[in-house]
């Protein structure tokens, strides 16, 4: 089992146990606005049901579709998750998504830590060229965050998403491996890391660019 390790927060795979704090997340209108989810829910068994299955898919398969983990504070509680979706093993690339359960731990740091740690490991470990976003325009406090940590804008799908009453546009945001040496170093020390190690492939591009 992957285990992301960090001065504050841990990174892992979801378990069972996470099912019902994450229900009562996808159920809470704060979020579902956020994420631009203006269906009516679904049962809670159901969506339960649906849950589980989602976390269990692509577990043992060399090539997951999708990659989640839970974020954990130093007392092993669930605090939120983040995922890289959409995995294109071709492209080397995917999409990621994120948020945290308990609106206690934003804007206090812990954000930061969990980017730079799935970034590293996306990066890194997967040897990814680029990480891509896409988030709801009026999410401004999400797609500014990501631009600290050197996602550039690259544009914007109109009126792309139907959510509470009206078309929203979202916008989308990228960060490719040769980019990795622009972010500040107070944002993210562990994937800055990454351009002065040697080793994985993508990363051949970030140093020779740093070092010009």
């Known amino acids: 089992m992957i285990v992301l390790e960090g001065a504050r927060v841990t990174l892992r795979p979801h378990s069972r146990a996470d099912v019902p704090a994450l229900l009562t997340f996808m159920q809470d ?9 203006s269906w009516v829910p679904l049962p809670r068994e159901m969506q339960a049901r649906m849950l589980e299955a989602s976390l269990e898919s692509g577990l043992d398969h060399p090539y997951p579709p999708h990659i989640r983990f839970g974020i954990y504070n130093l007392d092993d509680r669930l605090i939120g998750f983040v995922a890289l ?3 294109d093993y071709i492209a080397r690339s995917g999409t990621i998504v994120g948020g945290f359960l308990d609106l206690n731990y934003r804007l206090r740091g812990y ?5 730079d740690l799935f970034l590293t490991f996306v990066f890194g470990e997967m040897n990814l060229h680029k990480v891509k976003a896409e988030v709801l325009e009026h999410n401004r406090l999400s797609w500014s965050s990501l631009q600290k940590f050197g996602f550039e804008r690259e544009g914007v799908l109109r009126g792309e998403v139907f959510s509470q009453g009206r078309w929203e546009d979202v ?3 990228g960060l490719r491996a040769e980019e990795i040496h622009r972010v500040p170093d107070r944002h993210a020390p562990r994937l800055k890391s ?5 080793g994985a492939p993508a ?10």
């Open 111 to 115: 954000f930061a830590e969990c980017i």
């Open 194 to 198: 990454l351009c002065r190690q040697e």
């Open 29 to 37: 209108p704060l979020v579902r606005r956020a994420f631009g989810a």
């Open 85 to 87: 979706t959409q995995i």
């Open 203 to 212: 990363m051949a591009a970030v140093r020779k660019e740093a070092a010009q």
């Open 171 to 173: 916008i989308v945001l």
